[in-house]
């Protein structure tokens, strides 16, 4: 409960005001003399002397595992938990003590009788382990905490505000045209005039679908004179396949949306196309946003009709599980609680426009969330299990970083094999000692002998376990017996989590009950369910009719990708240090239209949309430019650059290349869990791949730092927190990509030959087609005679360089040039000395490919077409 937890954060400073005692993790039994003596004479040297070397903090952790904190030991490393206090016979440690399996411990030697019968008892015991204290200031809470929960706007409840009285009434269509115009009223400003319906159906076509309108959908608005033709365009906008691209891609800049770990290891996540799918299929649905967010957060949880809806549900989880993770991080509770504070601040900015996760190392500093409040929200997530695919082993390679135990079957349940189950435990055996002899050998000289073969032992010993690595995979791996999806489910261990320590995962303070932030003040908060994880109550809260921030939140949202930007300007923070709304009426307004009407997304952009507020030109007079130069009232629609994924499918549109079908899957889904580097071949392939694909850019791949250069050269989202509102340059970057890129030089050559393919215009009447296709409007009488007078010339220059070329033997139009071999790779029967895909490629020579026109007249018209495509115009709309 939310009470519960800001009590440990209210009350508990109260009783101890200058210092706190901290007990280390699911503190051991009231501590005697004699068992801390027992302790410090027998255990602590014994773990030091034969443990600390390759399990502590200071030295190593292999296996992920730490012998010198009693919290680490219990959570345990890659095998589990190490120690079961008061249970020995239980403890994977008394186990690997006495050598009598596989797993045996310390390596190369033995302990005594008497050794393993002390750790034994001390197990038995309880573990006792001495406290460490801390000393950590805890006086009370800022006393502005109290009183920005009660003034500070985002977080006091929804207004049900009266829609305002105005002069020029004859002006608004709708309410929200009214909050807009009250207050232009106010500043003596009016607005300009509506824009022509050439710049209207164009900016809504890009607003909702993201692509440009076609032609013939322009002419049919232009004719149709009636008062419902632009709510006609709208509506079948609305009905579009490509209204879920569009504004499920924003919901995905949102959730991080990203094919592969990221950080220091980069692993591919093979499965993350599902989630994306399933988010562009719940905007064209329509699905109530309530619902959208509840799938997302609990889908495990909630009840389903069918094995398809459950499949979905499970899916959705997917906005928990792929976020960026170190698998490379040493200790396995930091690689956990790492990944339980990413999802607690994609959470809470994505939905709540909150940062709370400032406050794990500490109280916030400016919002009213103190650090119990951050660590009621890391118990759910802590009792969750996070179903990536990935666990973290510092200096691991191959497949190494892949867990099978942590992916979501999808389908039917199917029954277990029972010879498959012998033949894993067999390969398991078989693997357990190739690894062993592998470490043998790379600890000893013996490593760097000859086997018969003429290879190196270690090299041959290396190859035997990455074979055995994907003998065992073929038996074990779910997403080889059938369909699996990443995302989140509920723990085998459910339960409250501790205050840590300045944040440090070890560090452990008082247990605090698992609950919701405590700054939305909800009266009845969802009680947590003691068996579950906590996630089911905690979707309930934020889609609480009573809980203000989830609608503000979505409404500012939707309004920001309408308009240019929200009616709060930080669209991911809503606290202290965010902006104040410019319309707090109108956002209160749209909030509970939201509400009111069953969360639907559609109906909210069909109602902006419909505005004349929305339908307003772009003209900028000088008056209104000297009082709100930033357009904050909202006097005119504000131009705006089209994003990286826009201005690329418009380019197809343009070129008459784009494939409007849904590809399946992705590029990334055949890619095995291993390190993908940035210059390797699965990098090269995903970025021809890019150039090479005529598809929208929202089923591109998005694999972490191997993002498409169409995407990433206008300003992408970041893949690696929540995007709200991406940035917008200018830099030298975006004219080189425009003027030399091959994706761009390829479209200008079909843009061309769409051009030339019209046998009966004229030059003049091709411009003007080209002008249609790339800007939505046709070309001036001086736009016609500058660009033929600039067709002629370079025709002209081309004729001079191009004909004696032509007259030898061409390659076809499009055909890549030949390019330069390495010398290992000469010949078919050279035998490389390493695996061609773990060769470093920093230095190996660009592929240029070569994009040849056909004659003079075909080289001037790929040259003018890459200009439109490179004109400012293209890239902007009004």
Known sequence: ????????????????????????????????AAAVEFFEKKIRPLLADNCFNCHSTNTNSQGGLRIDDRNALIVGGNRGAAIVPGDAEKSLLIKAVRQTDKLKMPPMKQLSEQQIADLTKWIQDGAVWPTVEFTLPMGDPSPEYERLRKEHWAWQPLRDVKVPAIRAADWAREDIDRFIQVQLEEQRLTPVSDADKVTLIRR????????????????????????????????????????????????????????????????????????????????NLDKPYDQFLREQIAGDLLPSNSDAQRDEQLIATGFLALGVKDVNQRYKVRFV?????????????????????????????????????????AGIFRSTDLCAGVRNKMGGGGLDYYDTDMLLKLGSPTTVDADSGTKRGEINKALAEARAELKTLNETKEGNELAPDGRQKQVVAREKVAKLQAELLAVSDPAMQGPVAFGVRDSKTIGDTEIRVRGEAEQLGPVVARGFLGVIPIADPPRVNPNQSGRLELAQWLTSERNPLTSRVMANRIWQHLFGQGLVLSVDNFGVTGDSPSHPDLLDHLAQRFIRDGWSIKKL?????????????????????????????????????????????????????????????????DFKVIELRNNGPEAQRLMAGAVNSTQR?????????????????????????????????????????????????????????????????????RVDL??????????????????????????????????????????????????????????TNSVPTTDADQKDRTDDPDKEEALEPTDPKHAAWISFCQALLGSAEFRFIK
Request: charged share 20%; aromatic share 8%.
């Open 1 to 32: 409960m939310a009470f519960s937890s800001r009590s440990v954060a209210f009350v508990l400073p109260a009783l101890l005001v200058s210092m706190l005692i901290l007990e280390s993790a699911q503190a051991a039994p009231p501590k005697d």
């Open 204 to 283: 809504v076509t890009f607003d909702l679908t993201g692509l440009p309108p076609m032609l013939e959908e322009i002419a049919a608005f232009v004719k149709d004179d009636s008062t419902t033709a632009f709510a006609t365009v709208v509506d079948r906008l609305l009905a579009s396949a490509a209204f879920g691209e569009r504004w499920g891609r924003h919901w995905l800049d949102i959730a991080r949306y990203g094919e592969s770990t990221g950080s220091a290891r980069n692993l591919p996540y093979p499965h993350a196309w599902r989630y994306r799918d399933y988010v562009i299929d719940a905007f």
């Open 337 to 377: 609680m790492d990944n339980v504070d990413e999802q607690i601040d994609t959470v809470s900015r994505a939905v709540l426009g909150l940062t709370a996760s400032c406050a794990r190392c500490h109280d916030h500093k400016f919002d009213p969330i103190p650090q119990a409040d951050y660590y009621a929200l």
């Open 605 to 669: 952009v069909r109602a902006i949309v419909l505005t004349r507020t929305y339908q307003l030109g772009s003209e900028t007079p000088e008056s209104h430019l000297a009082t709100d130069p930033a357009n904050r009232l909202v006097w005119r629609h504000s131009p705006r650059r089209l994003d990286a994924e826009e201005i690329r499918d418009a380019t197809l549109a343009a070129a008459g290349t784009l494939n409007l079908s849904r590809p399946e899957a992705s590029p990334a889904k």
């Open 697 to 765: 850019s929202v089923y591109l791949p998005l694999v972490r730092n191997i993002t498409p250069t169409s995407l990433d050269v206008f300003d992408f989202a970041t893949q690696g927190m929540v995007t709200g509102s991406r940035d917008t340059t200018t830099v030298a970057t975006q004219a080189l990509y425009l003027l030399n890129d091959p994706f761009v030089r390829r479209q200008a050559l079909a843009f061309a030959a769409r051009l030339l393919k019209q046998p009966d215009l004229t030059d003049a009447a």
């Open 770 to 827: 080209a002008y249609q296709l790339a800007m939505g409007r046709a070309a001036t009488t001086a736009e016609i005679e500058r660009a033929s007078n600039y067709l002629t010339e370079y025709e002209t220059a081309a004729r001079e360089v191009l004909v004696p070329k032509l007259a030898q033997p061409a390659r076809k139009p499009g055909k890549k040039a030949a390019t330069a071999t390495r010398p290992e790779s000469a010949t």
